[in-house]
């Protein structure tokens, strides 16, 4: 008897819903947790931008972070 690999979740909505972005931390969250590094490359801040970031942008560095962390890209 042999056991069958779980088939892997669709990503969340990743592009336009209605004209408006969709969270992308939960799209990096769902690479996380099948272990895979997050493939699109990310804008960096300068320092202006970085001292008024906005929630999403916090949530998304956190993300981004433990992406980093768990597919072992320093």
């Not at 088939?7 to 969270?23: G, K």
């Not at 799209?27 to 970085?50: A, R």
């Not at 008024?52 to 992406?67: A, P, T, V, Y």
Request: with cysteine; net charge positive.
């Amino acid at each position: 008897m042999t056991i069958k690999p779980k088939a892997p979740i669709p990503p969340p909505i990743r592009a336009l819903l209605n004209y408006r972005w969709v969270n992308e931390w939960e799209l990096v969250d769902w690479y996380t947790d099948m272990v895979l590094p997050y493939p699109h490359p990310q804008k960096k801040l300068n320092w202006f931008e970085k001292l008024f970031k906005k929630d999403w942008q916090i949530k998304l560095e956190e993300s981004l972070g433990r992406n980093k962390a768990l597919c072992g890209e320093f």
